[in-house]
């Protein structure tokens, strides 16, 4: 049985309407249950569990040094092109946005690494926006190949695959894979994602089931938070967490939470969660998912970031770019627009040439940033907090 078949049989709407009421004795019955279900999950995201915060932040802290230590691990994302063939109105990448992009080269890719290396990083996550056209099957290996024998650990966040295809991505050395659903309400995602391949809210939602029978061996979901109800997304993103610990078992499992931040096409978040709204979800992932990493990333502003990180956080992002090229500039001089999937050149002198005074290159960002330190910053600040910044938590050897 497939995750989708399993998704459309859980009461996941009726969860969320029983907590809206919660009595008090059962948010705590529910956190002090050693082992939880989604119905205890949804009423420690509850209204009614939010008093309890205090309670509920140490004991995911306990629970997390005690399965994680006091560590925190860092990476970093590199984006490899920004082209895309999906229309999705929340995205800054969407097809339709005029905006300017640029698809790297093996060699430009490297250079982008290179300088992530120096600033100490050794786990990478390899970013794309979904175009074949640009970003095939074997462009990907192509850059996984060249960098696998530098980096320890790879990870792809692209668009999904079929099994066949994501094994020639594990044989060239990628070893996690991160997906978001974006939402798991059906009816939103269909009105968000107006044309493309990812209109199709079932193949994207078995994606991580396809990755672990490639070889996989990380798995990371996540729900984007401002699209809808974010209880609701919660509980989906709990209850799909579950499914693949129970038949994805020799894989690791991540939960990322970004929220929805300011990009190309002007998105407006249609739901709103507040920052102590977070720290609550991060706390009921950590008391429901003991042993699953809990991902944090500079969507999130520095002096926020700084007083979830105790909470639960096992990984972070660190020094970030979200366009192509953004650490080295790599790309620039091929910086174009697209049209129907056909490259349209600058006019030479245009006004798009003009160098951003933030960025490295001036191709455009899948979203704005909240958290602009560099790593060395977030890596002191995660030692001043008592925790261990790990730049490198495993080598391929321990796999031979």
Same mark, same amino acid.
């Given at each position: 049985?497939?995750?989708?078949?399993?998704?459309?049989?859980?009461?996941?709407? @009726?969860?969320?309407?029983?907590?809206?009421?919660?009595?008090?004795?059962?948010?705590?019955?529910?956190?002090?249950?050693?082992?939880?279900?989604?119905?205890? #999950?949804?009423?420690?995201?509850?209204?009614?569990? @939010?008093?309890?915060?205090?309670?509920?932040?140490?004991?995911?802290?306990?629970?997390?040094?005690?399965?994680?230590?006091?560590?925190?691990?860092?990476?970093?994302?590199?984006?490899?092109?920004?082209? =895309?063939?999906?229309?999705?109105?929340?995205?800054?990448?969407?097809?339709?946005?005029?905006?300017?992009?640029?698809?790297?080269?093996?060699?430009?890719?490297?250079?982008?690494?290179?300088?992530?290396?120096?600033?100490?990083?050794?786990?990478?996550?390899?970013?794309?926006?979904?175009?074949?056209?640009?970003?095939?099957?074997?462009?990907?290996?192509? =850059?996984?190949?060249?960098?696998?024998?530098?980096?320890?650990?790879?990870?792809?966040?692209?668009?999904?695959? @079929?099994?066949?295809?994501?094994?020639?991505?594990?044989?060239?050395?990628?070893?996690?894979?991160?997906?978001?659903?974006?939402?798991?309400?059906?009816?939103?995602?269909?009105?968000?994602?107006?044309?493309?391949?990812?209109?199709?809210?079932?193949?994207?939602?078995?994606?991580?089931?396809?990755?672990?029978? @490639?070889? #996989?061996?990380?798995?990371?979901?996540?729900?984007?938070?401002?699209?809808?109800?974010?209880?609701?997304?919660?509980?989906?993103?709990?209850?799909?967490?579950?499914?693949?610990?129970?038949? =994805?078992?020799?894989?690791?499992?991540?939960?990322?939470?970004?929220?929805?931040?300011?990009?190309?096409?002007?998105?407006?978040?249609?739901?709103?969660?507040?920052?102590?709204?977070?720290?609550?979800?991060? =706390?009921? #992932?950590?008391?429901? #998912?003991?042993?699953?990493?809990?991902?944090?990333?500079?969507?999130?502003?520095?002096?926020?970031?700084?007083?979830?990180?105790?909470?639960?956080?096992?990984?972070?992002?660190?020094?970030?770019?979200?366009?192509?090229?953004?650490?080295?500039?790599?790309?620039?001089?091929?910086?174009?627009?697209?049209?129907?999937?056909?490259?349209?050149?600058?006019?030479?002198?245009?006004?798009?040439?003009?160098?951003?005074?933030?960025?490295?290159?001036?191709?455009?960002?899948?979203?704005?940033?909240?958290?602009?330190?560099?790593?060395?910053?977030?890596?002191?600040?995660?030692?001043?907090?008592?925790?261990?910044?790990?730049?490198?938590?495993?080598?391929?050897?321990?796999?031979?």
């Amino acid at each position: 049985m497939s995750f989708v078949v399993e998704f459309n049989s859980l009461p996941l709407t @009726a969860l969320v309407k029983q907590s809206q009421g919660t009595d008090p004795d059962m948010v705590h019955a529910s956190l002090a249950r050693a082992s939880l279900s989604l119905a205890d #999950f949804a009423q420690l995201i509850s209204p009614g569990a @939010a008093p309890l915060l205090e309670a509920m932040a140490r004991r995911s802290q306990a629970k997390t040094q005690q399965r994680f230590g006091k560590t925190i691990r860092l990476f970093a994302p590199l984006y490899l092109s920004n082209e =895309c063939i999906n229309n999705c109105k929340y995205c800054g990448f969407s097809r339709d946005n005029p905006i300017l992009r640029v698809t790297l080269s093996v060699a430009e890719v490297m250079r982008e690494a290179h300088a992530l290396a120096a600033e100490g990083f050794r786990n990478i996550l390899l970013v794309a926006g979904e175009h074949p056209k640009f970003v095939s099957n074997g462009y990907l290996a192509e =850059c996984v190949a060249a960098l696998h024998s530098e980096w320890p650990g790879i990870s792809l966040e692209v668009g999904p695959m @079929a099994t066949e295809e994501y094994r020639s991505l594990t044989a060239a050395g990628a070893d996690g894979l991160v997906v978001y659903q974006e939402t798991y309400d059906r009816a939103i995602y269909d009105d968000l994602h107006t044309a493309g391949p990812k209109k199709n809210f079932d193949w994207r939602l078995e994606t991580a089931e396809r990755a672990y029978a @490639a070889g #996989f061996r990380r798995l990371g979901i996540g729900a984007l938070f401002g699209l809808a109800d974010w209880r609701y997304e919660a509980l989906c993103v709990a209850a799909h967490a579950d499914y693949l610990l129970r038949n =994805c078992w020799k894989a690791q499992v991540t939960i990322s939470l970004p929220r929805l931040r300011p990009c190309a096409g002007e998105f407006q978040p249609l739901t709103h969660m507040t920052d102590r709204e977070l720290a609550q979800l991060i =706390c009921a #992932f950590r008391l429901m #998912f003991p042993d699953v990493g809990l991902v944090l990333s500079t969507r999130e502003p520095a002096k926020l970031r700084d007083g979830l990180i105790p909470l639960g956080i096992t990984l972070v992002s660190a020094g970030s770019h979200t366009e192509p090229g953004g650490y080295t500039g790599a790309g620039k001089e091929k910086i174009h627009h697209t049209e129907r999937g056909r490259i349209v050149e600058l006019a030479s002198g245009a006004s798009e040439w003009a160098a951003v005074a933030d960025h490295a290159t001036n191709a455009t960002g899948q979203f704005e940033i909240a958290d602009d330190r560099s790593a060395q910053e977030v890596a002191t600040l995660i030692r001043q907090l008592g925790y261990e910044p790990v730049w490198k938590d495993w080598d391929a050897a321990l796999m031979n």
